[in-house]
């Protein structure tokens, strides 16, 4: 007979709270044009991008992800020393340690709460909120932050014609708690790294911190590029449009639900195509709001899925209490998705 006592943790989880941060600047294609031969009408066509918000000097992972935060926390009603685990989703911390996980546990008033990254691309959000269920229902913590925030732009090459209007910047998190009733699904997730060259970054960082100019891309000018994010865009839309709608299935399956009981779908925003193409492969009901933050946000990685729940809750175009299907895909190739019952 086992002599560890049982964990008492919350019976179920969910999310309490919900905030976002995007930077003040707001680029629109025009911008993004003047290093690539394209058209506003081709990136909106190709993407449904209109614009995207960059970061500047001030506008850190860290202090994006604590405006963020402090906004989700006072969502969900609680004092940020309640707060028992801190979980951030991010690519674009460029420092290998610590965790910016830390640093932002400690400036939001945490009462020194575990802390950590996870780098899951653009299904980081998803991965988070598996492993915060799992905290809560475990008895780790009673309140988890999960934070995915992306400063891109500084992994962008702006003479990629292919990627160059893609990415922006922002912060999303969710405050997620006890709950007497199931309120976030199972999550169907995984991986397929036979795939992983189809997202990745140009150079790794050793590559480049040796600066040999026979060895590494230059610009236009000359010099050399800093490391960015590379994608094989057919073969990733052919994945990400066949492939995540079944991933999607298979959620909406496992929390016993049909697309009819759906008010929400909320995918990664990479792109207004392939979410098009995932709503029409679901047969999701005219009455199932879609994010399509993507036009005025961005490829955002780990924050899109939290920033576009934020906005579809500001606006009102979803409410408190409606079902919402969640699903990231990404770099690795990864993948997670869940339904949960919006805060």
Known sequence: MSKIRPSKGAPYARILGVGGYRPTRIVPNEVILEKIDSSDEWIRSRSGIETRHWAGPEETVAAMAIEASGKAIADAGIDAEQIGAVVVSTVSHFSQTPAVATEIADKLGTNKAAAFDISAGCAGFGYGLTLAKGIVAEGSAEYVLVIGVERLSDLTDLEDRATAFLFGDGAGAVVVGPSQEPAIGPTVWGSEGDKSETIKQTVP?????????????????GNIKFPAITQEGQAVFRWAVFEMAKVAQQALDAAGITADDLDV?????????????????????????????IRTTGNTSAASIPLAMERLLATGEAKSGDTALVIGFGAGLVYAATVVTLP
Do not use: C
């Open 265 to 293: 779908f909320i995918p990664h925003q990479a792109n207004v195509r392939i979410i098009d193409s995932m709503v029409k492969t679901l047969k999701l009901p005219e009455h199932v709001t879609v994010a399509r933050d």
């Open 205 to 221: 960082w050793d590559r480049f911190a040796i600066g040999d100019v026979s060895e590494l891309p230059l610009d236009s000018e």
